[in-house]
């Protein structure tokens, strides 16, 4: 019971490692869109809220809010990622925002969007040339998918060549917009950042995927001083940027993702694991450990597995995903196998096949099923890992889980296969064991 013991504080500290600091790092999602009025910025004609971001530019511009904040002079503020900084300069019925690599990578292109998550928000991505210029393109997805291009913005965005740089280490890219309700207001923007140019002028060129994303929040409801001017020019150079982190809860599709994430885990890295060693440890001493084995590998981890699959496939559903990356043809893949195993074992177990060769030696199903299993924890190991390092950020939308996740990997990807292996040092052991059961023709290795 030992390693049993071990391995379940193990995975308990492997829980609170991967799950703590991911809580704790989000930065959130669902919070209020900058399409509805946050209240600040606006005028006081309630009714103009609704209406302004989400109908033509002449309407934004003619908002009340917009008259206001040309009253008091210029706002805006400049907010960094650890990619890159951006900059609002709220003037009059126009908004200039600067999007500047901060140069911690190479900069491919660069996007801001209207809203805090990235499914239906206006979006306009920035990319540099080959010829010098630049290419703005306005787009809008359905969900954690490319964008594609919006022909009929809320608001058009135009390419303002005099206020970018594409040279140097920091290139900034600029455009201006008409201003909307809530433009002079703390609001929350969500921000991209590729670092593959898509090598193509057209506005609808397909985009690697980015390398970095998500909600940040940027305050332009401060006034702007005539001295303030150059530093909101240069983005990733202005003394006064905030780091613009926002907390809102999840929404319930990432939660599915992470109920899905950890019953996975729990079921394939934890039970599984234990019932292979229970095994493995307990018929050296025991001809009664099949009951443990059985009990752990099918009574436990089954409804455990059985509900991450589901949670998984319900995010899917919910995000209106498909069933189709590399991550979830594994997953059903493992799925089926462990099946198949279920089933293998039950057959071992209770129809006890013998032998086919004439000395009555162990019969191959049994090896079959010890390689069987190994081959599908192996393969769950494989599976985690793509799911928290690929598949989290890429479906979610949410920032890469922390490192904490993959110190406790690599940990449990060792120790797991040495305490398997120091098991096997034990088989002599089970054979003399099992030896007196030889001549017995029904139960023999499978009771
Ligand atoms: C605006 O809304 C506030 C409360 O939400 C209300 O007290 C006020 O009368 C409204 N003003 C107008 C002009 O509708
Ligand atoms: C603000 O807008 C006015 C009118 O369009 C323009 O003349 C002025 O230069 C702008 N100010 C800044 C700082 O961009
Ligand atoms: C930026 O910071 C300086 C002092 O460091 C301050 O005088 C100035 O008003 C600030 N500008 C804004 C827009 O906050």
């Known amino acids: 019971m030992h390693p049993t013991l071990s391995l379940a504080i193990l995975g308990l500290c492997s829980f609170v490692a991967a799950h703590g600091p991911l809580a704790q790092r989000q930065y959130g999602y669902g919070g209020s869109n900058s399409g509805s009025n946050s209240g600040k910025g606006g005028g006081d004609d309630n009714s103009s809220s609704a209406t302004a971001t989400s109908t033509s530019a002449a309407a934004g511009a003619s908002g009340t809010a917009v008259s206001a904040a040309s009253t008091s002079g210029l706002h805006g503020g400049t907010v960094c990622s650890d990619l890159l900084c951006i900059s609002g300069l709220v003037n009059g019925s126009t908004v200039q925002y600067v999007l500047q690599s901060k140069g911690t990578t190479n900069m ?4 801001m969007g209207f809203g805090s998550f990235m499914s239906n928000t206006p979006m306009v991505i920035m990319w540099p040339n080959s010829d010098g210029t630049m290419t703005l393109s306005q787009r809008k997805a359905p969900s954690e998918v490319m964008p594609t ?80 001017l150059a530093h909101l020019a240069n983005p990733a150079t202005d003394p006064n940027s905030s780091s613009g982190t926002v907390d809102t809860p ?35 001493f025991t001809n ?6 059985w009990v752990f590998q099918f009574a436990f981890a089954g409804p455990v597995i059985i509900s991450g699959l589901v949670c998984g496939i319900e995010a899917v559903k919910k995000q209106g995903g498909e069933l189709s990356d590399d991550h979830k043809r594994w997953g059903f893949a493992i799925f089926a196998l462990y099946i198949a195993q279920l089933g293998l074992g039950a057959i ?3 129809l006890k096949p013998t032998s086919w060769t004439v000395g009555k030696r162990r019969p191959a199903q049994n090896y079959f099923h010890a390689v069987l299993g190994i081959l599908i924890i192996g393969l769950a190991f494989y599976q985690v890992r793509t799911g928290f390092r690929t598949e989290w950020p890429a479906r979610s939308g949410r920032p890469a889980i922390s490192n904490a996740a993959n110190i406790v990997w690599y940990i449990w990807v060792v120790l797991v296969p040495v305490l398997y292996f120091a098991g096997l040092a034990l088989l002599p052991r089970q054979f003399r064991m099992e030896r007196p059961h030889r001549k017995a023709p029904s139960d023999e290795y499978t009771n």
């Open 108 to 111: 491919g292109w660069m996007a």
């Open 149 to 228: 291009v919006d022909s009929n913005p809320p608001r058009v965005a135009t390419p303002d060549d005099a206020a970018s740089d594409l040279t140097g280490t920091q290139p900034k890219m600029s455009f201006t917009i008409p201003a909307a309700d809530n433009s002079a207001t703390s609001q929350t923007i969500i921000w991209a950042f590729g670092n593959t140019n898509p090598g193509d002028k057209a506005v609808d060129a397909t985009l690697i995927q980015h390398l970095e994303s998500g909600p940040i929040s940027i305050d332009m409801s401060q006034v702007v001083a005539e001295t303030d």
């Open 250 to 284: 999840l929404l319930p599709f990432q939660k599915l993702i992470i109920a899905h994430g950890l019953l996975c885990t729990i079921g394939f890295l934890i039970m599984l694991p234990a019932g292979a060693l229970l095994a493995r440890y307990s018929r050296t």
């Open 288 to 293: 009664a450990w099949f009951l443990g084995h």
């Open 348 to 350: 071992i177990h209770w």
